[in-house]
C-alpha cells in the first residue's frame, strides 16, 4: 500500500519550497490541496484533488484511492505548524503517512525583522478561541497566524480596549509575494488600516 505523503511548500514563494518537496511532488500521481496551492504547480499536469472545504471528502478520496496511485497532500507554510497534518494522521493512520517539512510564516517572518522566536509563543485564531493577551503577559511577544474574524485591526483594538496600547505590532502581509508588505506600528495605527486576508502578526511585549 501507498504511504500517503503530506508536504508543506513554505509561505507561498516557489524558491522558499524545499528541493525534496519538488522531488516528491514531480514522482506523484495526484496532487492534493487547496486551490491557490495546486496553482503553483499547474505546470507538472499532476491529476489534481481540490479539497477546498470539504475535509472528509478528501479522506474518502485519498482512501479509494491510495493503493494505486502515489498521493501527496500539500500544505502552506510548515507540516507541523497548525496544518493538516494531525487531521489526516486520525482520519489515516500514522503509519501510512511520510512527512516533507516546509518554511513556516513565522520562520519567514522573523528572518525578515532579524529576530529571533524563541522566546515567543506561536499560535494560530484560525477557528479557534485563545486567551492569547494572557499568554502575551508571560512572553516576550507572540505570533498570530489571523483569519477574517481576527484580522489585524480587530486584534489591534481588542489591544486598546485591554489597556494594551503601548505594545507593537508587525503585521506581514502576502509574506514571499511580490506584493509582500511588512508594517510596524502601535495599535492605534494598526486599527485605522485595511490589511490583505493573508496576515499574520506578531506582537511584542516590551514590558
Avoid at 478520496?61 to 496511485?69: G, H, V
Avoid at 512527512?99 to 510564516?105: D, K, Q, T
Avoid at 509574506?175 to 494598526?190: A, C, G, W
Amino acid at each position: 500500500m501507498n504511504k500517503v505523503y503530506v508536504v508543506g511548500i513554505g509561505p507561498g514563494n516557489r524558491d522558499y519550497i524545499l528541493p525534496i518537496a519538488y522531488r516528491i511532488i514531480e514522482e506523484c500521481d495526484v496532487l492534493v490541496g487547496g486551490k491557490r496551492n495546486l496553482e503553483i504547480f499547474a505546470s507538472y499536469e499532476k491529476e489534481v484533488f481540490t479539497y477546498d472545504s470539504n475535509l472528509q471528502g478528501m479522506c474518502d478520496y485519498i482512501s479509494a484511492n491510495r493503493n494505486e496511485k502515489k498521493i501527496v497532500v500539500i500544505v502552506s507554510g510548515d507540516t507541523g505548524f497548525y496544518s493538516l497534518l494531525d487531521y489526516l494522521q486520525s482520519k489515516l493512520g500514522k503509519e501510512c503517512i511520510d512527512v516533507i517539512p516546509g518554511i513556516s510564516s513565522y520562520q519567514y517572518l522573523f528572518s525578515r525583522i532579524s529576530k529571533s522566536y524563541k522566546d515567543y509563543g506561536l499560535y494560530s485564531l484560525h477557528g479557534r478561541e485563545i486567551r492569547w493577551m494572557d499568554i502575551l503577559k508571560d512572553k516576550k511577544g507572540i505570533f498570530l497566524l489571523t483569519d477574517k474574524k481576527n484580522s489585524p485591526s480587530c486584534i489591534a483594538k481588542q489591544l486598546i480596549d485591554a489597556g494594551l496600547s503601548n505594545v507593537t505590532m508587525i503585521v506581514g502581509e502576502n509574506l514571499s509575494y511580490d506584493d509582500e508588505k511588512i508594517t510596524i506600528d502601535v495599535p492605534e495605527n494598526i486599527m485605522k488600516q485595511d490589511f490583505s486576508v493573508l496576515c499574520v502578526v506578531v506582537i511584542e511585549n516590551e514590558e
